[in-house]
């Protein structure tokens, strides 16, 4: 079941779509402190799964300083499943609170999410500016979540 798991996030990933924001900057460790607060918290994926016998949304993912968690939900408590490293963390231009995490995967895939509000965050499997509509995810985009997941670890 995890490798079925895994095989449909990564199909996720490949999904088609729009982009809502486009010049961006990098930025410096308090831009990155702001985007941490902005993404507190226990995020769920759009699409919605099957585990240890529950329905429930494919992934809960969790922002920390370095990573980005992913895992599920049991008895209440976070379960990692995997995390992918954060690369980069980017203020976009003329978007108030719009950030991008740049992140990459342990088999080297290059990917990134964009706050679009304090509920939203988008996914593109890219880091290119000019690939975003192609490669826009609305399944592996996250909305906050208010199902209690222990949250220790998380960016603060």
């Known amino acids: ?11 996720l990933l490949l999904l088609l779509g729009v982009s809502l924001c486009f ?7 308090s831009t990155k402190s702001s985007a941490a ?6 995020w769920a994926t759009n699409s919605m799964g099957e585990f240890g016998g529950e329905l ?12 980005i968690k992913y895992g599920h939900a049991s008895n209440g408590e976070f379960r990692l499943d995997h995390k992918d490293k954060i690369i980069k963390v980017e203020k976009v231009k003329k978007k108030k609170n719009c950030y991008r995490i740049k992140a990459k995967s ?6 990134m999410f964009q706050t679009v509000s304090k509920k939203q965050v988008e996914y593109y499997g890219t880091w290119k ?4 509509k192609d ?8 909305a906050k979540t208010t199902i209690p997941v222990s949250d220790d670890n998380v960016l603060k």
């Open 1 to 11: 079941m995890k490798r079925i798991t895994r095989l449909i996030a990564i199909g």
């Open 56 to 67: 429930q949304p494919q992934f809960y993912v969790m922002f920390t300083k370095n990573y």
């Open 37 to 42: 607060k902005y993404l507190k918290g226990t």
């Open 135 to 142: 490669t826009y995810s609305g399944s592996a985009s996250l």
């Open 106 to 111: 342990s088999i080297g895939s290059k990917y």
């Open 129 to 132: 500016k000019s690939k975003m």
């Open 23 to 29: 010049n961006s900057t990098s930025v410096s460790a």
